[in-house]
């Protein structure tokens, strides 16, 4: 069964960064397309990134662009977030999933339970 596990939240300020980590086990990343989403309570779960297997494109949703980005290092097995200027609206559950697909914008069916992001403002 394959397994996502996130890592990396915390409490951050208003402007601040943090970096989310995606550790994969029992499958190998480099078969798939990688996505990051994220939930705020009362909120739909939303898309804020997708990278290809061979992480030669990525997309971002416009609430992000400019200020994260997504990496992925397939020999390590891992996925990665990178968050800067970092604001309140950006609070929520961070989750990394697995596409069954190589390319985005993939249809994703394996998760992780997620890592808290909380940003103060």
């Known amino acids: 069964q394959p397994q996502l596990v996130e890592s990396g939240g915390g409490l951050v300020q208003f402007g601040g960064s943090l970096r989310l980590t995606c550790a994969a086990s029992?499958?190998?990343?480099?078969?798939?397309?990688m996505a990051w989403f994220r939930q705020a309570p009362g909120k739909e779960r939303e898309k804020i990134s997708c990278?290809?297997?061979?992480?030669?494109?990525?997309t971002y949703a416009d609430s992000v662009k400019g200020r994260f980005t997504t990496s992925r290092d397939n020999v390590k097995n891992m996925l990665y977030l990178q968050m800067n200027n970092l604001k309140p609206e950006d609070t929520a559950v961070y989750y990394c999933?697995?596409?069954?697909?190589?390319?985005?914008?993939?249809?994703?069916?394996?998760w992780g339970r997620g890592t808290q992001v909380t940003v103060s403002s």
């Open positions: 990278i290809n297997n061979d992480a030669r494109s990525t």
């Open positions: 999933a697995a596409s069954t697909t190589p390319r985005c914008p993939g249809t994703f069916n394996s």
């Open positions: 029992q499958f190998r990343l480099d078969f798939y397309a």
